[in-house]
């Protein structure tokens, strides 16, 4: 009679893991970091060096010797790390991604358990605690300096062109018109802003190559943007000299950015497909709401902050069906 070796659950193992899904995130963030690259040139390059080696460092010595722990995987800290470099102006001094890096990991992560216990993303975090602390630094945007000829580019941000034109009373038309944002210039390159805001279409590709890699689902980037469409539709036909329209608040700003890479944070996004889709619209109603009527041009960061506090209570109510149930 043959022996068998009994041994405790699970009894297959599957390939995905977390290092191999952070390594699809960081590959679907790659069009848009080479565009960054390419647009801001050296500049970009030493934030995202820093902050990348930062967060890394800050979370080995964490576990290491302070916590005495085995050093998780790093994939999720290095991506951490090109998110939060993603998100700062590209101007940034080295000292700002150092902080950043610092708080994200520091704060963020390592204060409420490490990796998988964090309730606030850190990478969004780090840009929040940023902003907070030095906004004259994190709102100052500078013509990009890269390796490619971009002379004709503005400096400035389309969010914040808009804020400043309508408080002067000009039309959310004329200022659009004046700032040369077309749709076209709009998905492929738009300068000024995050390093991360410099290609909408870049975005989308890496959008397109998680959801083929199955590594998220639509649910929360399709709600988000689906609300951004649908509020901003109501307000502009209302008020079309007053508010801009959905194409101009999908393709600025950070709403792609923070839609398609932050807000879909496994450890703090809803688990179940209703608490996704609920989640995505409170995103998509907060960033609205601050874009339109709140003190700061852009308010995706906000809202995602706010809805990872809303996490565990949509989790509690939205839980998934219990299998064979």
């Known amino acids: 009679m043959a022996r068998l070796t009994v041994s405790l659950s699970p009894h297959f193992q599957n390939p995905v893991t977390t290092k191999t899904l952070m390594n699809d995130v960081l590959i679907a963030l790659a069009p848009?970091?080479?565009?960054?690259?390419?647009?801001?040139?050296?500049?970009?390059?030493?934030?995202?060096?820093?902050?990348?080696?930062?967060?890394?460092?800050?979370?080995?010595?964490?576990?290491?010797?302070?916590?005495?722990?085995?050093?998780?995987?790093?994939?999720a800290t290095v991506l951490t790390g090109v998110l939060l470099a993603l998100n700062l102006p590209p101007a940034a001094p080295w000292w700002v991604a150092f902080l950043g890096g610092l708080a994200a990991i520091g704060i963020a992560k390592m204060c409420f358990g490490g990796l998988g216990q964090n309730i606030f993303n850190p990478a969004i975090f780090g840009r929040v605690f940023l902003l907070v602390s030095f906004p004259a630094i994190m709102t100052t945007w500078g013509a990009p300096h890269g390796w490619l000829p971009v002379d004709a580019f503005s400096g400035a941000t389309p969010l914040g062109a808009?804020?400043?034109?309508?408080?002067?009373?000009?039309?959310?038309?004329?200022?659009?018109?004046?700032?040369?944002?077309?749709?076209?210039?709009?998905?492929?390159?738009?300068?000024?802003g995050s390093a991360g805001e410099i290609s909408?279409?870049?975005?989308?590709?890496?959008?397109?190559?998680?959801?083929?890699?199955?590594?998220?689902?639509?649910?929360?980037?399709?709600?988000?943007?689906?609300?951004?469409?649908?509020?901003?539709?109501?307000?502009s036909l209302a008020n079309p000299e007053q508010y801009t329209?959905?194409?101009?608040?999908?393709?600025?700003?950070?709403?792609?950015?923070?839609?398609?890479?932050?807000?879909?944070?496994?450890?703090?996004?809803?688990?179940?497909?209703?608490?996704?889709?609920?989640?995505?619209?409170?995103?998509?109603?907060?960033?609205?709401?601050?874009?339109?009527?709140?003190?700061?041009?852009?308010?995706?960061?906000?809202?995602?902050?706010?809805?990872?506090?809303?996490?565990?209570?949509?989790?509690?109510?939205?839980?998934?069906?219990?299998?064979?149930?």
């Open 32 to 75: 848009v970091t080479l565009m960054s690259l390419l647009f801001y040139g050296w500049n970009f390059l030493l934030l995202l060096l820093i902050c990348t080696a930062t967060c890394v460092l800050c979370e080995f010595v964490i576990e290491k010797y302070l916590l005495g722990k085995e050093v998780p995987c790093m994939s």
């Open 245 to 325: 329209g959905p194409l101009f608040n999908v393709f600025t700003g950070g709403l792609l950015l923070g839609a398609i890479f932050m807000a879909t944070d496994y450890v703090t996004s809803p688990m179940a497909p209703l608490g996704m889709i609920i989640y995505g619209v409170l995103i998509g109603l907060l960033t609205v709401l601050i874009r339109y009527f709140g003190s700061y041009p852009e308010g995706v960061s906000f809202a995602i902050l706010l809805a990872n506090m809303a996490t565990p209570l949509i989790n509690k109510y939205c839980k998934p069906r219990r299998f064979a149930a």
């Open 162 to 192: 808009i804020n400043e034109g309508l408080s002067q009373g000009i039309p959310a038309s004329q200022i659009i018109a004046d700032n040369n944002l077309s749709g076209w210039h709009m998905l492929f390159a738009r300068a000024g």
């Open 200 to 235: 909408a279409l870049a975005l989308l590709a890496g959008f397109v190559y998680l959801l083929v890699k199955k590594v998220i689902r639509p649910h929360i980037p399709v709600a988000i943007i689906g609300t951004v469409v649908v509020l901003t539709s109501i307000f």
